[in-house]
């Protein structure tokens, strides 16, 4: 499946730190979805242009295709208490099944595998066990676990957000068009696309393609060992459906671009190509995509800032030269860029315009 070249570079997690000033984390959403700003990347050329969200349609052609990720954020923080009154943070890592969920714990001491934790509503959780620092949790209540969070759950911003979620996160960290329930985490490319800004790109004859893939806590999981080779990914559910492969390959046979909109578009249509044949495909992925690793399945790609030394920042880097892609991070913070989830994005585009 993985498609690396024959002689890899030689990198460390190291080779992908960059210097950000705390205070372009953004820490909450614009007023308007599209009202961010957008760094266009002409790999190429070497060459980058500041613009806004809202001007992205010129840089699309007719015949071109969107691939959105269509993954709805559950709300998976919960909160409970030991019988002993300690206080408990649960966050949904995935749903296991209709009541039983892979967690991360917030306590002051680790429990043991059948402890009891109390949630609000008097319903309560049992541990399963523990598995490479997540717990394994049974949800005792009457309704599936799905039904529960949407009742007592906060919507689980990211660690960098230094702040409790409100009322409105529950609609802004949610893209659009979100409509398979499933992830803990947003797609967050997506969320700068407004109903107007979709009318308007379709207007241009560009086609709109959907992938699921149910974005973990995983995601926010630093690399912990300098070699990368070393790194192990967390596990993700996705699936690529029939229709899209159909639409990419009529897409790309009528010589349009194919654009994924989010790295975890990239990360399920790779998962989805073998030999260089993209498939449908629905199950569970572990891809690591760095640099030496060839991305054949998208065009272009639009994203946000991430995090240094991130999984998601060597991604992109696999799709433009290391270097340059830290060259535009340098020139989004001397521009004062707001960054990760309720940041700016870039479009990448590794074939020019």
């Known amino acids: 499946m993985c498609r690396y070249r024959m002689k890899p570079a030689i990198l460390k997690k190291s080779d992908f730190h960059f210097d950000l000033p705390p205070e372009l984390i953004a820490q909450a959403p614009l007023a308007e979805r599209s009202a961010s700003r957008l760094l266009v990347l002409d790999v190429p050329m070497r060459t980058w242009q500041d613009r806004m969200f809202r001007e992205l349609p010129p840089f699309l052609r007719k015949g071109d295709l969107l691939v959105f990720n269509d993954t709805r954020v559950l709300p998976a923080r919960l909160h ?23 967690v991360q714990l917030g306590v002051s001491k680790k429990p043991r595998e059948g402890t009891v ?76 696309f407004d109903e107007g800004l979709l009318q308007r790109i379709r207007a241009e004859g560009v086609d709109f393609g959907y992938v699921t893939l149910h974005v973990g806590a995983g995601t926010f999981q630093p690399v912990r060992s300098d070699d990368l080779t070393q790194h192990q990914m967390h596990r993700e559910w996705l699936n690529v459906g029939a ?48 640099p030496g690793y060839r991305i054949t399945s998208i065009d272009g790609l639009i994203t946000n800032f991430h995090l240094p030394e991130s999984t998601l920042l060597m991604l992109v880097s696999a799709l433009a030269e290391r270097q340059f892609i830290l060259d535009a991070y340098a020139h989004a913070v001397q521009q004062r860029y707001r960054f990760f989830s309720y940041g700016d994005a870039m479009l990448i585009l590794p074939q020019g315009k």
């Open 117 to 192: 934790i109390v949630l609000a509503d008097g319903s309560h959780a049992t541990v399963l066990g523990r598995d490479n620092g997540f717990f394994h949790l049974r949800f005792e209540a009457p309704e599936p676990l799905e039904h529960l969070l949407l009742k007592l759950g906060e919507m689980p911003l990211p660690p960098y957000i230094s702040r409790h979620a409100d009322a409105s996160d529950m609609e802004r960290y949610q893209t659009v068009y979100a409509r398979e329930p499933g992830a803990v985490a947003a797609p967050t490319a997506g969320l700068h």
């Open 243 to 290: 229709r899209l492969v159909e639409q990419i390959h009529r897409t790309r046979a009528a010589g349009g671009r194919v654009i994924a909109v989010g790295t975890t578009v990239v990360r399920a249509l790779e998962s989805a190509t073998v030999e260089g044949v993209l498939r449908p495909f629905a199950g569970e992925t572990q891809i690591f995509i760095f």
């Open 80 to 102: 409970g208490h030991k019988p002993s009154g300690g206080a408990v943070e649960i966050l949904i890592e995935r749903v296991t099944g209709a009541h039983e969920a892979t």
